[in-house]
């Protein structure tokens, strides 16, 4: 009996300091994803967070970057004036699964937005990119035909889909928009096309 609680005080112990938070994380990211935000520039963000002062530098571009909120488990950085970056811990229950996973989701503020969302593991190892199939966007009211539904539908031919990721929260909301659609278009299309919401289900992402 004591040797069991002994093993399981130990792989507590284990998990436990195997574990990061979102400190850690920001500061053991690889240089290659935000090429002009090393390391150095990384922690001196952290530096003016501890200070208590403005969150803000030039980076490598020189341009502003800006830390806007920092938690255990959620990060929110405007990285520069059109590219936000958003980074949350989510729990994984996967087999063998002992620590959270990392959910990164990038949006490029262009005239229509459009957000990357890709999951990795504690140690910056790409998990994979998580896509949203385009139809789970469209709903056909009961007040429209099929056939004027297939009508409207068939205009969208390019769906770009911005992801929001909200602190303290596992659901990612879903706005999709129509970066080639004419405004008389996205007036008729709008009928038909819905903002989502997808909840972390610790394995991937679903409508809810």
Wanted: aromatic fraction near 8%; charge should be neutral; hydrophobic fraction near 40%.
């Amino acid at each position: 009996m004591k040797r069991t609680i002994i093993v399981c005080l130990c792989l507590t112990a284990l998990f436990t300091a195997s574990a990061k938070d979102m400190r850690e994380l920001w500061l053991s990211m690889p240089d290659s994803l935000i090429g002009y935000m090393d390391k150095s520039k990384r922690l001196a963000l952290l530096d003016h967070v501890d200070m208590n002062t403005t969150a803000e530098l030039t980076n490598k571009l020189e341009g502003k970057t800006s830390l806007d909120t920092l938690t255990s488990n959620f990060m929110q950085v405007t990285l520069n004036n059109v590219v936000d970056l958003r980074m949350t811990l989510l729990p994984s229950t996967g087999e063998g699964a002992t620590d959270s996973i990392l959910c990164v989701v990038r949006t490029y503020r262009n005239a229509e937005p459009e957000s990357i969302v890709e999951l990795y593991d504690q140690s910056w190892k790409r998990l994979r990119k998580i896509d949203f199939d385009a139809e789970m966007f469209f709903n056909r009211p009961d007040t429209i035909s099929q056939e004027r539904y297939e009508q409207i539908r068939s205009l969208v031919s390019v769906l770009f889909v911005k992801a929001e990721l909200r602190e303290g929260s596992d659901v990612l909301v879903l706005t999709p928009s129509l970066p080639f659609n004419t405004r008389e278009e996205k007036e008729k299309i709008k009928s038909i096309i819905l903002q989502t919401n997808v909840k972390w289900s610790g394995k991937t992402f679903n409508k809810c």
